[in-house]
């Protein structure tokens, strides 16, 4: 029988800068009322200068290890979803992958906005679920007050910085990710997207001085689009795991705005209770939303081992998508591993790796320049 991808271990990380609604005030034209009662975010959090999309995703990953008492030597699968990327490459993920030492995982990122965990999550799944690998390390991270406009205010009071990070194991009793739906409809690139600094329209002063490697969104659009296709996802997938919604103990959803969670729960049937809202104090972080919101929820008792969870999220392309999962825990293991101790000798070893392509570099010039 094909093993089943459990998650045993998650972590989150956000910066400690906190940007209030009334700081906000001072800088566009805006009103900490519109901002809550428009979207519910209260505050979000900004990187600092030394942060990164990596040092966050880095961070959210060793608390992840750590729960999930796995050394990153054990890790087979590195997937990094996020719409801010260190670089256009190499992958974030590469650089996660050099920062915990994980020397045996294949590492790669994934552009699917503020969905890309769920297909990630889906994503490393299948890979476990095939047998080809038993490890992977999923992870949601966002630096999106890099790529915003702080000077518009129909994006910039919305969104800020954070990661989230799920170890998944191979694991025989039935649990873990159960179903998943992943969508796409390209008909709507435009209502929320980046168009400068990719191949289309290559960084140019033109494209800088018109602000096109700015987020641009049509906010109305993306919610009315948003509030249908949360539903249908939410459907789809409980009817593909063959469960009911009252089967379900927890619906964690991505936290874009807080009336488009409220109409989603009121058009299926499920009390807010039920539902984790946690943008009144990350604002919309993105990819990073449904792991930090996991983890939250964790903390607060609300989501226990054995509790069926639905994951629904919604973003660019436009994509959408949900995943199913009955919520496992760590695997009981007697030994212990400290992911954040080892950290050391991986930072070391690429030290002495990064000499030794140096050394080797000059070598094969000299004997390059004596041919
Ligand atoms: O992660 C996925 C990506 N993003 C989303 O999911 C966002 C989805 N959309 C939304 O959450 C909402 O559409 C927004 C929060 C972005 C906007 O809320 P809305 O109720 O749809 O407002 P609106 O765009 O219809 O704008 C209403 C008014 C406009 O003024 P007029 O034309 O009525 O005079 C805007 O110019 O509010 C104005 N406005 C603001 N006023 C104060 C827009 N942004 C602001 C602001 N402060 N920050």
Known sequence: MSPYAHITGWGMAVPERILTNQELEKMVDTSDDWIVTRTGIRERRIASDGETTASLATKASLKALDVANIAPAEVDLIIVSTSSPEYLFPATASIVQDNLGANKAGAFDILAAC???IFGLNIASQAIRSGSIKNSLIIGSETLSRIIDWNDRATCV?????????????????????????????????????????????????????????????????????????????????????????????????????????????????????????????????????????????????LNPGDNVVFVGFGAGLTWGAAVVRWSG?????????????????????FVKRILRKIDAVIWGSLDSRR
């Open 115 to 117: 969905t890309g965990f």
């Open 158 to 302: 919305l969104f800020g910085d954070g990661a989230g990070a799920f170890v998944l194991q191979a694991g025989e009793e039935e649990s873990g990710l159960l179903s998943a739906v992943m969508r796409s409809d390209g008909s709507g690139k435009d209502m929320l997207c980046i168009p400068g600094g990719g191949s289309r329209f290559p960084t140019s002063v033109e494209t800088v001085n018109q602000g096109m490697h700015f987020v641009k969104m049509n906010g109305r659009e993306v919610y009315r689009f948003a509030t249908r296709v949360m539903v249908q996802s939410t459907h789809e997938v409980v009817r593909k795991a063959n469960l009911s919604l009252d089967d379900i103990d927890l619906v964690i959803p991505h936290q874009a705005n807080k009336r488009i969670i409220e109409t989603a729960a009121r058009n299926l049937n499920i009390p807010m209770d039920r539902c984790v809202l946690n943008i009144d104090r990350f604002g919309n972080t993105s990819t990073a939303s449904i792991p930090i919101a996991t983890c939250e929820a964790i903390a607060e008792g609300k």
């Open 330 to 350: 760590p695997f009981p293991g007697l030994r212990v591993v400290r992911p954040p101790a080892i950290r050391f000798y991986a930072r070391l070893r690429s």
